[in-house]
């Protein structure tokens, strides 16, 4: 008799951020990403654009790498407590595939990108299973 061992509290339901429509139509309205953050800093998706701007300059810098982790960071943590407004406990499901979530996602991944940049190994390997954690098909 083989026994399959289910979780039987289940997980969580797949927290969805809500949109904002003001910073969405900033961005479509041609403003920049420090425009959009400096009038939306709640706005994770103005601060992860902020972050892949420093971190894909050519010829980047050092210092580029930095810039790309603190704006990644502040992104992350903005996202955070967004998470958390909407129900999420520090676990379960934001999946890619609901567009608000995308801005925190994107912080995310520019955050493990800069953190391995300059060498912060532990920090990297727990981002990307933060980013497998909320959303499996990230991980590729």
């Not at 039987?8 to 969405?24: K, M, V």
């Not at 990403?33 to 706005?43: R, S």
């Not at 903005?78 to 567009?99: I, M, Q, T």
Request: glycine share 8%; proline share 8%; net charge negative.
């Amino acid at each position: 008799m083989t026994h399959s061992h289910q979780n039987l509290l289940g997980e969580p339901p797949a927290t969805l951020l809500p949109a904002n429509p003001e910073a969405d139509a900033e961005f479509t309205a041609g403003s920049t990403p420090a425009e959009v953050a400096a009038h939306h800093p709640t706005v994770s998706a103005a601060w992860a654009a902020l972050a892949e701007e420093a971190l894909n300059r050519p010829e980047r810098a050092l210092g580029d790498t930095i810039e790309a982790y603190a704006y990644a960071r502040t992104g992350y943590h903005r996202g955070l407590d967004a998470l958390r407004r909407n129900g999420w406990k520090g676990y379960g499901p934001v999946p890619w595939s609901h567009e608000p979530n995308q801005g925190f996602l994107r912080c995310v991944t520019v955050l493990a990108r800069a953190a391995e940049a300059i060498g912060e190994t532990a920090e990297q390997e727990r981002l990307i299973q933060l980013l497998r954690d909320c959303d499996p098909d990230l991980a590729a």
